[in-house]
């Protein structure tokens, strides 16, 4: 398990575009006879499609989802030509169906033999925007199995264009992972992954405070339960850290910042936009228990995120991890932008 993070603050564009270079090392290492699936909101990056036309023309089996409103860029002309449009053939090129946002980005990769697959998940799109002027994040992980197929099969309804999110709303429990991809039948905080996550905690143990991070683009007004949930535990104890993108914060902002028991010193990202969908904790659980987990993903604090609403609907999904190098990692990145990258808003 590897997370990967750009820095758009950096003066160096190998560590602005590290979430997009990883993503296309993992590409140019598989050989002839894989295959690629690749998921992609918005891809102008220079040079992504042509590692693509490479992998297609050494045997690599590619296969590309792409979102509906982005599907006319004449960046990816070449690609429609290379890969074709037939669903039957050995590799394709895909525009999302269903009146569904494709708002996933991930890449998986089969290694045959003794090899092991590889799922890559992102919080970016392929752009350079996203890269210099975003902070994205990236999770990789290799030989899990169970996480691929999970994927390669939410990656195969959405290519044959299905909106039922009954279908679309799937969840499991792999060796390193929960993951969830959405939308949901329903939403509302009895069905938010982030508000159960939230829902499980005990805010002090032995004089110490269980620590929750948030580092999230999005915090829209159809979910605002999340800003009360996390006043309650602020005011019980818990040390809350929140940085965010602020002009796509709707009223959070102020709920959360507003005088009296749980108010939140929450942050606004200075010099580059926020992207990424981080939320961490570490302390311990509702029963008392040590707890140390990360989510990550495409799944940004949203309404069209979780659920349908009158806005439309997305594809996405999040996932949840306890590896502690991984969570140390998520955690650490919120407290450097939150350091170095920050002002308290007024």
């Known amino acids: 398990m590897r997370a990967v993070f750009g820095d758009p603050w950096s003066s160096k564009r190998h560590r602005q575009d ?20 690749v998921s992609i909101f918005n891809m102008t990056y220079p040079g992504f499609d042509d590692t693509l036309i490479r992998a297609h023309r050494r045997g690599v089996h590619v296969k590309v989802l792409v979102n509906r409103e982005k599907s006319g860029r004449k960046r990816y002309d070449a690609l429609k030509r290379e890969l074709g449009f037939d669903t039957g053939a050995e590799s394709w090129f895909v525009v999302r169906g269903g009146k569904v946002r494709m708002h996933s980005k991930f890449v998986l ?19 350079i925007a996203s890269g210099r ?38 969840s499991a429990t792999t060796p390193t992972a929960v993951v969830q991809t959405y939308p949901l039948p329903e939403g509302g905080a009895a069905n938010d992954p982030v508000y159960a996550l939230l829902d499980d905690i005990t805010c002090v143990v032995a004089g110490k405070p269980t620590v929750i991070r948030m580092a999230q683009l999005f915090f829209t007004d159809e979910r605002l339960y999340l800003a009360d949930k996390l006043r309650e535990l602020k005011a019980a104890g ?16 102020s709920v959360l910042t507003e005088p009296g028991a749980g108010r939140i010193d929450v942050r606004s990202t200075q010099g580059a936009a926020l992207h990424t969908k981080i939320t961490t904790i570490q302390g311990w659980d509702a029963a008392g228990d040590p707890l140390e987990i990360a989510m990550a993903g495409s799944h940004n604090l949203s309404g069209r995120a979780l659920t ?28 450097l932008v939150i350091e170095k990258h920050s002002k308290p808003i007024s």
């Open 308 to 335: 349908r609403i009158p806005e439309g609907v997305n594809d996405e999904f999040s996932i949840v991890v306890a590896d502690p190098d991984t969570v140390r990692a998520y955690s650490d990145f919120v407290d």
């Open 133 to 170: 002027h975003q902070a994205n994040e990236a999770l990789e992980i290799t030989g899990d199995a169970e996480l691929h197929a999970f994927f390669a099969e939410q990656f195969a309804l959405m290519a044959r264009g299905v909106k039922d999110a009954a279908k679309l709303a799937r």
């Open 18 to 37: 590290a979430v997009i270079e990883s993503a296309m090392e993992i590409i140019d290492a598989t050989p002839a006879g894989e295959t690629l699936l």
């Open 238 to 253: 818990c040390d809350v850290r929140l940085v965010g993108h602020m002009s796509q914060w709707d009223r959070a902002k």
């Open 109 to 127: 990769a089969t290694r045959s033999g003794d090899r092991e697959d590889v799922v890559w998940m992102s919080s970016g799109n392929m752009t």
